[in-house]
């Protein structure tokens, strides 16, 4: 069974910075893809980020791109959210999420395995 744990949400300014994390643990953790979504109240779940984790190949929603980046840590199973020039509108719970399947879009809620419990991200304005 695979755990996701996230950490390092909060409250920052707008145009301020912060960096997620996310731990994964379990035998059997073997991911293709490890995401970030992130669901503001009274919206869907939406695809904000995510990393192939055998060669780091980064993909972005466009509403981040420029702003965040992803990265990985193979050796501690842990990817990273680093998020800059943050807005009020970026607020959300993020989650952390990964997938064992190759095919299927990156972008899609329902094509990811294994998802985090989420970290809340405030941007005050």
């Known amino acids: 069974q695979v755990q996701l744990v996230e950490s390092g949400g909060g409250l920052v300014q707008a145009g301020g910075s912060l960096r997620l994390s996310c731990a994964a643990s379990g035998r059997t953790f073997s991911p293709t893809y490890m995401g970030w979504f992130r669901q503001a109240p009274g919206k869907e779940r939406e695809f904000v980020a995510a990393?192939?984790?055998?060669?780091?190949?980064?993909y972005y929603a466009d509403s981040v791109k420029g702003r965040f980046t992803i990265s990985r840590d193979n050796a501690k199973n842990t990817v990273y959210l680093q998020m800059n020039s943050l807005k009020p509108e970026d607020t959300a719970v993020y989650y952390c999420?990964?997938?064992?399947?190759?095919?299927?879009?990156?972008?899609?809620?329902?094509?990811?395995?294994?998802w985090g419990q989420g970290t809340q991200v405030t941007v005050s304005s």
């Open positions: 990393i192939t984790w055998s060669d780091s190949r980064t």
């Open positions: 999420a990964a997938r064992s399947r190759r095919y299927g879009s990156i972008s899609y809620v329902g094509t990811y395995d294994n």
